[in-house]
Structure formats: C-alpha cells, structure tokens
C-alpha cells in the first residue's frame, strides 16, 4: 500500500482502505444506484410515462421485472428514472443550503461585532426550533405544490441547520493568530471570510451535509407522497408511492418498489455520514 | 433553580412569538394577492373584501399582526375557506388522534430505548456495539412511510391482524394506532437508545457508582438509582426534538393510515390553499413544540441538578 504522497491510484487506494467498512458499504451503494439510475433508463425498451400493453396491475415478471402499475406502465424503470430526479432535487437541496449556511455561520462566528452575533444566533436557533417537515409544509402552503416550491422551503430551513454547525466551528478558530494578523494588516472583511475562515469551516460543514442529504431526500420524497411536491405522472419515488398506496392490496410492488429504493438509498448515505463518529465511539467503548 | 426556570420561561415565550410570527408569515409570502389567488378575478368586491379581513390583510403589516395576534390569543383561529368550519373547533376534534398517536409513539420509543440503552451502556462487547451501531443506523434513517407501508401490508392487508385504515373512540383506537406508533417509535427509540448507551458508560466511570458496588448495594438498586437515574438527563433534554420529531411523522403517518389527525387536516389545508387552517394548526403544533421543549428542559434539570448549573 502506497502512502500519501504516492501515485494517485496509490494514494486512492490508501483513502479506501483507510475508511471503515461501513462507509465503504455506503459508497459502493450510492455508487451502484447512480449507475443504474444512469443506465437502466437507457436500456430499458419501455417509455416511463406510457403504457406498455401489458395489462395494469401485473405482477413481476420476466419482461417487467417490478410489474407494471395502474396505467399499465414498466415499474422498474419508472423506479431508475424516478432514482435520477431524487438524487438530483437531493444534490440540489444540500448543496445551495451548506454554501449559504457556510457562509453566514463563518461570518457570526468569526465577526466581532456583537449585534451580528446576537441577530444571527437568534434568527439560526428561531428556525431551528421548528420541526423542518412541519415548516416546508406550511411554506409549500404559500408557495403552491411543485418541485421549486420544495427546493425554496427546504433551502429557507435548512440554511440555519448549516450556519449553526459552521458558527461552532468559526467560534473555535476566531481567536487564532492569524486571523489578528489578517485583521492586523488591514485586509477586508470579504477576504478574511473567503480566504481565512470559510476554508476552515467548508470541511466541518460538508462532512455535515452528508447526514443531511438523509433529512433533504425523505422530506422531498415525503412531501412528494403527500401531494404537496413532484406531481404525477413525473416518475418520483414519493409521488409513486402515493399513487401506488392505493393498490397496495393488490398490487404492493407499486409502492414498495419506490420505497425500498429510497430506504436503500437513505440508509447508504447514512452509512457514510456515521463512518465519522466511529472511530471516537468504539474507541470510548473499550 | 427560580432563576433557571425563569430564564426558560422566557426563552419559550420568545420562540412562542417566533411562532406567531412564522404563522403570520405563511400567507404574506404567498406570491401576489392570496385573496385573489384563492377567488379567482371574477370574485365580487365583497367577498374579496369579507376574505381580506378573515386573512388579517387589511391596513400596513403591524397592524395586520396585531389584528392577528389578538385573534389567536382570544382563541379565535378564523374559519376554514373551504369548510366554513372554524379551525378551533376542527382541531378540537383532530388533535386527541394525533396527541394518542404521538403519545404511543414516544411511549413505544422509551419501551425500546431503556433495555437497549441500559444494556449498550453496560456491555464491554465491542461486537454488539458494532451491531447495534449499524442497526440503529439503518433504523433511524428508514423513511417512516415506507415502514408505516410495510407494516400496514404485512400486518393489515395480508395477516388481517389489525384495521387498515379509519378510527375508533378508546380503548378501540389502539388497534389502529398500534402500527403507525411502532412506525414511530422504532427511530426515536434507537436514538434514545444511543444516548442513553451513551450517558449510561460516562455514569458508570462515576465514583459513587464504584461505591455503590463497593458498598454491596443490591443490583437492582444499584442499576436504578446509581446508573440508570442519573443517565437520564439527557435523553430527556433529547425529548422535546424528538417530540417535534414525532408530530412531523405523525403528518406524514395519519396520511399512510388515513387517521383523522390535525396532520391530515393540515396537508388538506395545504392542497386547498385553505390559509386559515394552515395558519392554526401551524400554530397550535408548535405551542405544542414550545411546551414540550420546557417541560423536558425543566424535568431534566430536576432528574440531574448539575444541567444548566456549572459544576
């Protein structure tokens, strides 16, 4: 095994092997599902949005591997496409928060002026307080049903859960030296934060953002299912599921096929964000 | 101690008014004119003007907040646009199905995490803990209404067990609360369990627990009273997350189990645009929040005197 330092399929090598099998468990899964996602779309004779012929409610079978639903479309790949959106709205919904979230924490935790400090503490833990599902909901009730709507609501939550891990963060590194220095030499604002604090702080938040990729994908997912995000027919695991509660006595691959993806994908991702905490808990457990 | 409780006191007013505020907001932020977009523009002068009112949206922003404020704390939620029903009376109906819901939930929660908790804490098996590291992670991060499904189709649909769907007055509500409250608690009973395994293993390095042990206390007494007791903090300063937690699934829950909860009513409200309804249940969910966080602060203090007192 190469170290550090070594050629890069080296140095990769020694990344993988050095992260615990959980993780590594998780990424290959995450990894499966986006090519399959990727793949099986292309691959697969039927169209997502039309009937196939074969009778609605089919069971699984060989040409249709999930069954077909009440329309009488292709379940598995209605699945891998629906695959792609979610993981898509999921990227889009973690990473737009953990910029601005990043950002904002940086500036309250590394400002000295202590009225940003109590406005942004207050603002961070009053949106905090609510249970995010309830809140995006009651803004999807302003902002009408659909896909932006969700990505809107989540982001206007969401944020506060990022700027609060980032102010710890830029809270424990305001007072080191250099960050005088900069101050010092009269550097502005904008760069402290760009060049000083936020590189700092990015790590701390992207590890976090992993976990919450978790929250943001079932609360698209779960607002989907109850009518208030992605609309049938647009092929999306919750919008599946809701259609496909209805003819769960007769036809459960229709629901379950969406909902197992996604529980797949959710415990994957959840799999990767515990590989950092692992190591202190079992250590502190001998 | 009055001190401590009085600085409580006055945060849960503070987010309290927070959310007043959030509810306030909810139909400001509607793009152009709510009352439009719910009428229509063939509406009649008097029935926009009847709704603007209803809505609070007369005159400059503090003033609609006043007229607002004042409405809620008469106990006056406005009526439903859809059902002229008043949302007071609505709620009044709704919530015990939500309040049982969530009730059986946490209680099933605390039902998994005590032994699990207790047993995590005290076990030196490096194994388990693995095991129990993963399981719990795969548990805490299954979507709640893909668990609610399953059970509701192998329990339900295929064993017969249990009702489907639709409510009964107690004590026959908890067959059909039994499923969604195990949906419910099977997460935020890992999580408890993990913190409490947690604060269970720094209790046990504690000195009076080695003088229990030294002093010969039966076992029962010394797992209790000397393990267990003071371990309890902060598994229930967690309890008003996860009480948040819960009335967020229980939305999503009463959908899966067409339960008659203020959950339902509000994801109605929300595809109907109906503001007021959205408005009041909003609110009352998170007074219900706001209190719930007190009382678990306030009781975790009491269990362990050392929260909140520097030591």
């Known amino acids: 095994m190469n170290l550090p330092g070594g050629p890069l399929s080296g140095r990769l090598a020694a990344w993988w092997n050095g992260m615990p099998p959980r993780v590594r468990t998780g990424l290959v899964i995450v990894g499966c599902l986006v090519a399959l996602s990727l793949v099986i779309p292309l691959l697969s004779p039927y169209d997502p949005q039309r009937g196939t012929g074969t009778d609605p409610l089919s069971p699984p079978s060989v040409p249709h591997l999930l069954g077909t639903d009440h329309l009488g479309r292709d379940v598995f790949v209605r699945t891998f496409v629906a695959a792609r959106l979610d993981l898509l709205l999921a990227a889009v919904g973690v990473s737009l928060p953990l910029v601005v979230g990043t950002l904002v924490g940086s500036t309250i935790g590394s400002t000295r002026s202590r009225l940003v400090q109590y406005l942004g503490e207050v603002a961070i833990e009053g949106i905090n307080a609510f249970p995010t599902l309830i809140v995006v909901i009651a803004l999807i009730a302003a902002f009408g049903p659909g896909a932006n709507s969700i990505l809107v609501a989540l982001f206007l939550t969401a944020w506060a859960r990022y700027a609060k891990v980032a102010r710890g963060r830029a809270l424990t590194i305001r007072d080191i030296g250099y960050l005088h220095v900069a101050r010092g030499l009269g550097y502005r604002w904008p760069r402290i934060l760009a060049v000083h604090v936020a590189p700092n702080v990015f790590p701390t938040t992207i590890s976090y953002a992993v976990s919450d990729f978790v929250i943001v994908i079932l609360a698209i997912a779960g607002l989907s299912f109850l009518g208030a995000g992605v609309q049938p027919p647009t092929p999306e695991w919750g919008a599946m599921m809701s259609e496909g509660r209805l003819y769960l006595a007769q036809a459960w691959w229709l629901a379950l096929a969406p909902g197992i993806l996604l529980s797949i994908t959710a415990v994957a991702v959840s799999l990767i964000a515990s590989g950092r905490t692992e190591d202190a808990f079992t250590q502190s457990a001998r | ?311």
Do not use: C
């Open chain 2, 1 to 311: 101690m009055i001190q401590k409780l009085r600085q409580r006191s006055l945060r849960a007013l503070l987010v309290a008014w927070g959310v007043s505020l959030t509810a306030f907001a909810v139909v400001r932020l509607v793009p152009g004119d709510p009352v439009l977009t719910l009428l229509g523009d063939q509406a009649t002068p008097e029935a926009v003007a009847q709704l603007r009112r209803a809505l609070h949206l007369e005159g400059p922003l503090p003033e609609q907040y006043l007229a607002f404020l004042t409405d809620i704390l008469r106990g006056d939620l406005g009526a439903s646009i859809v059902t002229r029903q008043p949302v007071l009376t609505t709620i009044g109906q709704t919530l015990p199905v939500t309040l049982w819901l969530t009730g059986l939930g946490i209680a099933t929660a605390i039902a998994i995490a005590l032994p699990l908790g207790v047993l995590g804490g005290a076990t030196a098996s490096a194994t388990y803990l693995r095991a129990f590291r993963v399981v719990s992670s795969v548990v805490i991060a299954f979507p709640v209404f893909v668990s609610g499904l399953v059970l509701l189709l192998v329990v339900g649909v295929q064993l017969r067990w249990l009702p489907v769907a639709g409510y009964a007055a107690f004590p026959d509500n908890l067959r059909y609360l039994a499923l969604p409250a195990l949906a419910m608690g099977l997460p935020n009973g890992m999580i408890f369990a993990r913190i409490l395994q947690q604060s269970v293993r720094e209790t046990s390095r504690e000195e009076f627990v080695e003088a229990g042990i030294v002093w010969g206390l039966p076992r029962r007494e010394l797992v209790l009273n000397y393990l267990v007791r003071p371990s309890l903090a902060p598994t229930i300063g967690l309890m008003g997350y996860v009480v948040g937690a819960s009335l967020a699934s229980a939305v999503i829950l009463e959908t899966v189990f067409n339960l008659p909860g203020v959950g339902t009513f509000l994801v109605r409200g929300v595809l109907a645009r109906d503001y007021p309804v959205v408005q009041g249940t909003l609110f009352v969910f998170g007074i219900i929040v706001v209190a719930v966080h007190f009382v678990a602060d306030t009781v975790a203090a009491w269990i362990d005197p050392r929260v909140g007192s520097p030591l």
